[in-house]
């Protein structure tokens, strides 16, 4: 049993019994230690409602005269984290960037369901490597296993909700990130089951395995930025349409390895099972994203999917963005120039990626000082290339570290001071190279991209670094 929940239980349970406030004003105050930005954003799904600054003291205050109920989120960049808001409530939050999430405690009018939803985001952090290894299991054991953490957080939402504490939007929110939750793990179990058990075939399972499936609600706005709940779509109609076209699909060879049928097939079926508008074009933007980022796949099927894509979202700002991701794309190609994007080196000297790369061999990696681990992964992997591809020069680009964050980590962690630069325009950078995954690496010839598309950790990175070099001639 999780001792936080526990433990929130009694306090909760000793604080019952409070006046309520009349009015529908509602307060949403806070106090940040250790700030790192000048203030806090408030938003509804993907709509601002308002900013804040920081006093003196690191205090900041929202002021609404009325406001809808339901799940917000406040940014102090770059963490995020939800807020629940109702009319009246009078809500104080505290935390400490250090440790954001575990440090954050409400006080005052709505307490009880925000420390609830935090606890429960907390325990599933904590429960996450936990489950990770049952996915071995069988099929039985492995519901077995999370339908005995769903209940123990059930339990404890019913005493809560026997007291009187919750709305009734408060408990459907409170049960469907509990819900939604654990049973986004048992959408992907046959895949990671088979993954860990190197099974060739998908492991058929029991036929109440999908019961819940039963209940899934469709149509819920009041959900729809509720992290569980959306996981859990996203996870959904991976494993459905991937059982769907093994059913359904004449596709030779391999149907998944075919990216642009599964994706596609994956935009209908979203566009025919969800009635929300707003998640059904949130998820029809991940597919897309997904498919742009993950595939590399040709010009052509490209452009058919995005003629797909376009049709059935109904979102404009999310074609703006996919055609833009698009774009982006298609500008880094093998032959192309890299883009003119300009990074600081540790004396603060702009200089354009260009600049850095003319007339040498370059291999542009990146990195995050948040990050640690992968830092020092990456650190070591780049020190192994440099000795085996003496021709090569290595250049680090740092991501979203603050500057003086950026300059301390360079010199304690044995990185080549004069290899090293940072944007401090991550939004444009990341548009121009699309910096995903993290681990992508970006190997140029004079300037020329040879392929922007590889990863420092592959196989064949050594190969890649020899082989194309006909190419950046053309
Ligand atoms: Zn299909």
């Not at 004003?25 to 601002?48: C, M, Q, R, W």
């Not at 904590?126 to 489950?131: H, V």
């Not at 630069?421 to 995903?436: M, Q, V």
Request: proline content about 2%; glycine content about 4%.
């Amino acid at each position: 049993m999780n001792k936080k929940l526990l433990y929130l239980l009694v306090i909760v349970l000793a604080s019952c019994g409070k006046g309520k406030n009349s009015s529908s004003n509602v307060y949403f105050t806070g106090e940040i230690v250790n700030p790192t930005a000048s203030h806090v954003v408030l938003y509804k799904g993907d709509n601002i409602i308002d900013s804040a600054q920081l006093d003196e003291h690191n205090r900041f205050i929202f002021r609404f005269d009325s406001i809808t109920d339901g799940l917000y989120h406040f940014n102090h960049a770059p963490e995020l984290q939800y807020v629940y808001l109702k009319k009246g409530d009078s809500l104080a939050v505290r935390l400490n960037t250090v440790a954001f999430d575990e440090s954050l405690v409400f006080s005052g009018d709505g307490e009880e369901i925000n420390n609830f939803l935090l606890e429960l985001f907390l325990a599933n952090e904590e429960e996450r490597s936990g489950i990770n290894s049952t996915f071995k299991l069988q099929p039985e054991e492995f519901i077995k296993n999370l339908d005995s953490l769903a209940n123990q957080k059930l339990e404890i939402l019913n005493t809560l909700t026997e007291e009187g504490n919750f709305s009734d939007r408060e408990v459907k929110i409170a049960k469907a990130s509990i819900k939604y939750g654990y049973d986004s793990y048992k959408e992907k179990y046959p895949f990671v089951h088979r993954k860990y058990t190197s099974d060739k075939k998908i492991q058929k399972v029991p036929e109440n395995f999908y019961d819940y499936r039963k209940n899934i609600d469709f149509n819920d706005s009041d959900l729809t930025y509720l992290r569980p709940y959306y996981n859990f779509m996203n996870n959904h109609f991976g494993n459905v349409t991937y059982m769907n076209c093994k059913t359904d699909c004449e596709l030779q060879q391999n149907l998944v390895r075919n990216r642009m049928h599964f994706n596609s097939h994956k935009l209908y079926l979203i566009d025919s099972i969800v009635i929300d508008k707003e998640l059904k074009d949130n998820l029809l933007r991940k597919v897309a994203f997904d498919y742009l980022l993950k595939s590399h796949d040709s010009e052509k099927n490209n452009e058919t999917f995005i003629e797909k894509f376009h049709t059935l979202s109904k979102n404009s700002r999310h074609h703006k963005e996919v055609d833009e991701l698009y774009e982006g794309i298609k500008n880094i190609q093998p032959t192309k120039s890299i883009p003119e994007v300009y990074v600081y080196n540790g004396e603060g000297v702009k200089m354009s990626l260009l600049d850095i790369s003319k007339n040498r061999k370059t291999l542009f990696y990146f990195w995050s000082g948040e990050d640690k681990r992968h830092l020092k992964e990456v650190n070591k992997r780049v020190k192994w290339l440099e000795k085996r591809k003496p021709d090569y020069q290595l250049v680090g680009i740092n991501v979203k570290t603050e500057e003086s964050n950026w300059k301390g980590i360079v010199q304690t962690s044995n990185l080549k001071p004069e290899m090293q630069y940072r944007s401090d325009n991550f939004e444009e950078l990341t548009k121009a190279l699309i910096i995903f995954p993290i681990n992508k690496c970006i190997i140029t010839e004079n300037g020329k991209i040879i392929n922007a598309f590889s990863n420092i950790f592959s196989n064949t990175i050594e190969q890649q670094m020899s082989g194309y070099t006909q190419l950046a001639k053309n």
